[in-house]
C-alpha cells in the first residue's frame, strides 16, 4: 500500500509539471512542424535549432516539413497533419473562415517580404510613384497585387493604373531578366536568384516594408484546440525556435552549413544570402528591444484590418482578437 501511494504521489508531481518537462521524464512529444514553401535559405533557422538539439532540449521530436505554400501550410493545421506551422499573418487573414481556429504565437517577420523587382536601366522602381502605370508580372488568382494597389492608394496614388500580368511564378524571373515585362512580384528572398539572372543590368528591389507598409508577415501559428491542451509544448517549441533564429542570423555560414545536413541540395552560397536578406525582416528595433517573436497587439490590429479593407474575405472577417495569442514568447526575450 506504500509503495502503491509513493508511485500515485510520484505520478500526480509528474503529472503537474509543465510539458516539455514532462516529455524529458518520459517519451519526447512528437511535433510536425509545416513550413510555408519547399525548403528554401530563408527556412535555415528551423533547421539550425534541430541540428543544435534546441527542440530536443525542449523534450520535443520536431519534423520540420516543406509544403507547396501558404494556403498548404494553413491546411495542414486546420486538418491537424501539423502541431505547428510558418504562417503567413496577411495570407490566415485573407483565408477568413478557414483560419478562425489558427492563434498566431511569434512573429519572425516583422517586416512584409513584398517587393517590386525592376531592372536599371529600365522601369526602376525606387519610389511609390514609379508603380503608376506600371506593367506588374503577378498572379490574378493571388491576393499579393492587392496589397501592391493598396499600398499605392497609402501614398495618395491611383492603384487601379497598375498593370497586372498574370505571369506563373516559375516564369517571371526570366521574363524580367528577357525584359519582356516592365517588374514583377515576389519576395524580397529571390533577389539573390534575380541579381544572377539579370546580364544586362541591375536588379532593384523595391521593398513595401521599408516605404511605409507596417504590417506583420510570416509567424508561428499553432491550431487554438491544441494550444489549450498542449501549452508547455508550444511555450518549448517557440523557445527553441527563437534560439535557432538567432544563431543563424548572427552567423549565416554555420546556419547554411547545418541545413544541407537536411537539405542537400540547398547552395550554401545561396542560404547566406537568403539569411541576410531575412535579417532585415526580422531584426528591427522592436527585436532589438524586446526579442525575436515580439508582436503588439496594435500593430497586430493594423495588419488585420488593413487586409480585410483590401483584400477579397471569404465568410467570417478574423480580427485581431481571433489570431492574437500571447504569453507564448520566452520569459528571457532571446535578442538579436
Same mark, same amino acid.
Given at each position: 500500500?506504500?509503495?502503491?501511494?509513493?508511485?500515485?504521489?510520484?505520478?500526480?508531481?509528474?503529472?503537474?509539471?509543465?510539458?516539455?518537462?514532462?516529455?524529458?521524464?518520459?517519451?519526447?512529444?512528437?511535433?510536425?512542424?509545416?513550413?510555408?514553401?519547399?525548403?528554401?535559405?530563408?527556412?535555415?533557422?528551423?533547421?539550425?535549432?534541430?541540428?543544435?538539439?534546441?527542440?530536443?532540449?525542449?523534450?520535443?521530436?520536431?519534423?520540420?516539413? $516543406?509544403?507547396?505554400?501558404?494556403?498548404?501550410?494553413?491546411?495542414?493545421?486546420?486538418?491537424?497533419?501539423?502541431?505547428?506551422?510558418?504562417? @503567413?499573418? $496577411?495570407?490566415?487573414?485573407?483565408?477568413?473562415?478557414?483560419?478562425?481556429?489558427?492563434?498566431?504565437?511569434?512573429?519572425?517577420?516583422?517586416?512584409?517580404?513584398?517587393?517590386?523587382?525592376?531592372?536599371?536601366?529600365?522601369?526602376?522602381?525606387?519610389? $511609390?510613384?514609379?508603380?503608376?502605370?506600371?506593367?506588374?508580372?503577378?498572379?490574378?488568382?493571388?491576393?499579393? $497585387?492587392?496589397?501592391?494597389?493598396?499600398?499605392?492608394?497609402?501614398?495618395?496614388?491611383?492603384?487601379?493604373?497598375?498593370?497586372?500580368?498574370?505571369? @506563373?511564378?516559375?516564369?517571371?524571373?526570366?521574363?524580367?531578366?528577357?525584359?519582356?515585362?516592365?517588374?514583377?512580384?515576389?519576395?524580397?528572398?529571390?533577389?539573390?536568384?534575380?541579381?544572377?539572372?539579370?546580364?544586362?543590368?541591375?536588379?532593384?528591389? /523595391?521593398?513595401?516594408?521599408?516605404?511605409?507598409?507596417?504590417?506583420?508577415?510570416?509567424?508561428?501559428?499553432?491550431?487554438?484546440?491544441?494550444?489549450?491542451?498542449?501549452?508547455?509544448?508550444?511555450?518549448?517549441?517557440?523557445?527553441?525556435?527563437?534560439?535557432?533564429?538567432?544563431?543563424?542570423?548572427?552567423?549565416?555560414?554555420?546556419?547554411?552549413?547545418?541545413?544541407?545536413?537536411?537539405?542537400?541540395?540547398?547552395?550554401?552560397?545561396?542560404?547566406?544570402?537568403?539569411?541576410?536578406?531575412?535579417?532585415?525582416?526580422?531584426?528591427?528595433?522592436?527585436?532589438?528591444?524586446?526579442?525575436?517573436?515580439?508582436?503588439?497587439?496594435?500593430?497586430?490590429?493594423?495588419?488585420?484590418?488593413?487586409?480585410?479593407?483590401?483584400?477579397?474575405?471569404?465568410?467570417?472577417?478574423?480580427?485581431? @482578437?481571433?489570431?492574437?495569442?500571447?504569453? /507564448?514568447?520566452?520569459?528571457?526575450?532571446?535578442?538579436?
Amino acid at each position: 500500500m506504500k509503495l502503491q501511494k509513493l508511485m500515485g504521489m510520484a505520478l500526480g508531481l509528474l503529472a503537474a509539471l509543465p510539458g516539455a518537462v514532462w516529455a524529458q521524464a518520459g517519451k519526447p512529444v512528437d511535433v510536425n512542424f509545416t513550413l510555408d514553401f519547399i525548403a528554401l535559405g530563408r527556412h535555415a533557422p528551423w533547421y539550425v535549432a534541430l541540428a543544435k538539439g534546441y527542440y530536443k532540449e525542449e523534450g520535443l521530436n520536431v519534423t520540420v516539413t $516543406p509544403t507547396k505554400g501558404t494556403a498548404d501550410a494553413i491546411n495542414s493545421l486546420v486538418s491537424g497533419l501539423a502541431q505547428l506551422s510558418f504562417v @503567413d499573418v $496577411p495570407s490566415l487573414v485573407a483565408s477568413g473562415a478557414a483560419g478562425s481556429g489558427i492563434k498566431i504565437v511569434a512573429v519572425n517577420y516583422q517586416k512584409p517580404p513584398y517587393c517590386v523587382f525592376s531592372l536599371n536601366p529600365g522601369a526602376n522602381v525606387t519610389k $511609390p510613384q514609379d508603380m503608376v502605370g506600371l506593367e506588374l508580372g503577378s498572379s490574378t488568382a493571388s491576393f499579393v $497585387p492587392r496589397i501592391h494597389q493598396a499600398f499605392m492608394k497609402m501614398h495618395g496614388l491611383d492603384g487601379s493604373t497598375l498593370k497586372v500580368v498574370n505571369i @506563373d511564378g516559375s516564369a517571371r524571373v526570366a521574363m524580367l531578366a528577357a525584359r519582356k515585362v516592365q517588374s514583377i512580384d515576389l519576395f524580397v528572398m529571390s533577389e539573390p536568384g534575380i541579381k544572377r539572372a539579370v546580364k544586362d543590368g541591375e536588379a532593384k528591389c /523595391f521593398l513595401l516594408g521599408d516605404n511605409g507598409l507596417d504590417i506583420y508577415s510570416n509567424s508561428i501559428g499553432v491550431r487554438a484546440d491544441y494550444l489549450q491542451k498542449n501549452p508547455e509544448v508550444v511555450r518549448g517549441f517557440v523557445r527553441a525556435a527563437l534560439r535557432g533564429w538567432k544563431d543563424a542570423l548572427s552567423n549565416p555560414e554555420e546556419a547554411a552549413r547545418l541545413q544541407v545536413q537536411y537539405v542537400k541540395a540547398l547552395d550554401p552560397a545561396l542560404i547566406v544570402d537568403e539569411l541576410k536578406i531575412v535579417r532585415r525582416l526580422a531584426v528591427v528595433p522592436d527585436t532589438e528591444k524586446d526579442g525575436y517573436g515580439t508582436m503588439t497587439r496594435e500593430k497586430m490590429r493594423r495588419t488585420v484590418d488593413f487586409i480585410n479593407a483590401n483584400v477579397e474575405v471569404t465568410g467570417k472577417r478574423l480580427s485581431a @482578437d481571433d489570431i492574437l495569442q500571447e504569453g /507564448f514568447l520566452p520569459r528571457d526575450a532571446i535578442r538579436p
